[in-house]
């Protein structure tokens, strides 16, 4: 199926469409399972049957849901491909934000809004696809199951780890799966435009940390004060300088912006190279070492007392390769009286930039930007390709833009003005098109 000009316009119009709906739907996540995605799973739902595409909505507690369609293929003998987003949002103060975060508004040629980049752009791209082959009666040559997780932003207990592993059954003679972050382009120092797409990624391990103490009045001398005990530790674990590690696809990253900036690939200097990549650079920068940020703080109850023991919690994230050195450093960085916990411990990812679904995806890009560069890179944070790959499905992240190259892009994931261009979600969805229908 090529797109003609009547049918590029209907997608186009209908992807802007969903995605400012979406946006408007509060799904938002606050861990710890305080969320709630069944309004969202319900208009995915309604919009796939607007079409005549048959869904259904799975619930791992109330209002924690996923939504799963399938659309059968041609080649019954080739194995299926999983086209997996999430519904879930990470919460937004409103009082922050030049616009109401969940107007989904059009302003500065951008849709504005929590979701715009993560991801219910990509929703919104799955969507406008297959409601577009739906209402051309278009069938695939491979089987496609769609699939709209729930609870992402807090690892994926009740979303993609439910589903995978109570119904695994869903993603059945499926081999391979394609998620969020990658395939959006950057334009280096050089001028020179690439697209990056998610080959690997590391691992999470968010853990608990614990300090014992004696409990006493404050205005006494305290030896053994949790608190103290707590925050020593937790200085360790912050300013702990971690060693580079360099992996396979961060080689080949390295490897590419060298080629095509002209400037050295020297391990030892690195920050020409990710100088040359702007303000992703932060997010290349977290992808040489392991990573161990501390993020929540609790102890005490009242000012005179000091407390039998503080905790505080750890955002840990592992290079595939190295997942045991960081437990293992951190036990020995806390010293006695301190005790480590796992709370979400999940594998980090690395796969071949390589074979048929690979060179769909560069052809994808280039049939809409023949200028662009396909590059693969290892993404700092997780998706939801993690719980599939524990089903044997191999994962990418590739949801298409070709974005302004003044726009700091990573920077607006989970971010205040979260916004996604009009033409950078129009040229996603065709690219998305292309590449599914040649996937």
């Given at each position: 199926?090529?797109?003609t000009?009547?049918?590029?316009?209907?997608?186009?119009?209908?992807?802007?469409?969903?995605?400012?709906?979406?946006?408007q739907?509060?799904?938002v996540?606050?861990?710890e399972?305080k969320g709630?995605?069944?309004?969202a799973?319900?208009?995915?739902?309604?919009?796939?049957?607007?079409?005549g595409?048959?869904?259904k909505?799975?619930?791992?507690?109330?209002?924690?849901?996923?939504v799963?369609?399938?659309?059968?293929?041609?080649?019954?003998?080739?194995?299926g491909?999983?086209?997996n987003?999430?519904?879930d949002?990470?919460?937004?103060?409103?009082?922050?934000?030049s616009?109401?975060?969940?107007?989904?508004?059009?302003?500065d040629g951008c849709?504005?809004g929590?979701?715009?980049?993560?991801m219910?752009?990509?929703?919104?791209?799955?969507?406008?696809?297959?409601?577009?082959?739906?209402?051309?009666n278009?069938?695939p040559?491979?089987?496609?199951?769609?699939?709209?997780?729930?609870?992402?932003?807090?690892?994926?207990?009740?979303?993609s780890?439910w589903?995978?592993?109570n119904?695994?059954?869903?993603?059945?003679?499926?081999?391979?799966t394609?998620?969020e972050?990658g395939?959006f382009?950057?334009?280096?120092?050089?001028?020179?435009?690439?697209?990056?797409?998610?080959?690997?990624?590391?691992?999470?391990?968010?853990?608990k940390?614990?300090?014992?103490?004696?409990?006493?009045?404050?205005?006494?001398?305290?030896?053994?004060?949790?608190v103290t005990?707590l925050?020593e530790?937790?200085?360790k674990i912050?300013?702990y300088?971690w060693?580079?590690?360099?992996?396979?696809?961060?080689?080949?990253?390295f490897?590419?912006?060298?080629?095509?900036?002209?400037?050295?690939y020297?391990?030892?200097?690195?920050?020409?190279?990710?100088?040359e990549?702007?303000?992703?650079?932060?997010m290349?920068g977290?992808?040489?070492?392991?990573?161990?940020n501390?993020?929540?703080l609790?102890?005490?109850y009242?000012?005179?007392?000091?407390?039998?023991?503080?905790s505080?919690?750890?955002?840990?994230?592992?290079?595939?390769?190295?997942?045991?050195?960081?437990?293992?450093?951190v036990?020995?960085?806390?010293?006695e009286?301190?005790?480590?916990?796992?709370?979400v411990?999940d594998?980090?990812?690395?796969?071949?930039?390589?074979?048929p679904?690979?060179?769909?995806?560069?052809?994808?890009?280039?049939?809409?930007?023949?200028?662009g560069?396909p590059?693969?890179?290892?993404l700092?944070?997780?998706?939801d390709?993690?719980?599939?790959a524990?089903l044997?499905?191999v994962?990418?992240?590739f949801?298409?833009?070709k974005?302004?190259p003044?726009?700091?892009f990573?920077?607006?994931?989970?971010?205040?003005?979260?916004?996604?261009?009009?033409?950078?979600?129009?040229?996603?969805?065709?690219?998305l098109?292309?590449f599914l229908?040649?996937?």
């Amino acid at each position: 199926m090529k797109l003609t000009d009547a049918q590029r316009i209907e997608l186009e119009e209908d992807v802007v469409k969903l995605c400012q709906e979406l946006i408007q739907i509060p799904s938002v996540n606050f861990g710890e399972g305080k969320g709630d995605e069944k309004a969202a799973a319900e208009y995915v739902a309604a919009k796939m049957k607007e079409v005549g595409i048959e869904s259904k909505i799975y619930e791992s507690a109330p209002n924690r849901c996923s939504v799963v369609a399938r659309i059968e293929g041609k080649d019954k003998s080739r194995p299926g491909l999983v086209v997996n987003g999430h519904l879930d949002v990470v919460p937004a103060n409103a009082a922050d934000w030049s616009v109401d975060p969940f107007s989904g508004a059009i302003k500065d040629g951008c849709i504005w809004g929590r979701g715009a980049v993560d991801m219910k752009n990509m929703d919104a791209m799955i969507l406008a696809v297959i409601r577009l082959w739906a209402r051309h009666n278009y069938q695939p040559e491979r089987s496609i199951v769609i699939v709209f997780f729930g609870d992402e932003e807090a690892g994926g207990i009740y979303g993609s780890r439910w589903m995978a592993e109570n119904h695994p059954e869903v993603f059945a003679g499926c081999s391979e799966t394609i998620s969020e972050v990658g395939g959006f382009s950057l334009t280096l120092l050089s001028g020179k435009r690439v697209y990056a797409i998610e080959a690997s990624q590391k691992g999470i391990e968010w853990m608990k940390i614990t300090a014992e103490g004696v409990a006493g009045h404050g205005s006494m001398v305290n030896n053994a004060n949790a608190v103290t005990r707590l925050t020593e530790a937790i200085a360790k674990i912050g300013n702990y300088t971690w060693p580079q590690r360099i992996t396979k696809t961060s080689d080949l990253f390295f490897q590419k912006i060298s080629e095509i900036s002209g400037k050295p690939y020297d391990r030892n200097n690195l920050q020409p190279l990710i100088d040359e990549v702007g303000p992703m650079g932060k997010m290349i920068g977290a992808t040489l070492c392991n990573t161990t940020n501390p993020t929540m703080l609790e102890a005490g109850y009242k000012a005179n007392v000091i407390p039998q023991s503080a905790s505080a919690v750890v955002d840990g994230r592992t290079l595939p390769g190295y997942e045991k050195e960081l437990l293992d450093t951190v036990k020995s960085l806390v010293g006695e009286h301190v005790k480590v916990e796992s709370l979400v411990s999940d594998i980090p990812l690395e796969v071949e930039f390589g074979g048929p679904l690979v060179d769909a995806m560069i052809a994808a890009i280039k049939s809409e930007d023949p200028d662009g560069i396909p590059i693969p890179y290892l993404l700092s944070g997780g998706t939801d390709n993690k719980a599939l790959a524990k089903l044997g499905i191999v994962g990418y992240g590739f949801s298409p833009l070709k974005l302004p190259p003044d726009l700091d892009f990573t920077g607006l994931f989970h971010g205040i003005d979260e916004r996604v261009p009009i033409d950078s979600l129009q040229f996603g969805a065709r690219t998305l098109f292309h590449f599914l229908v040649n996937a």
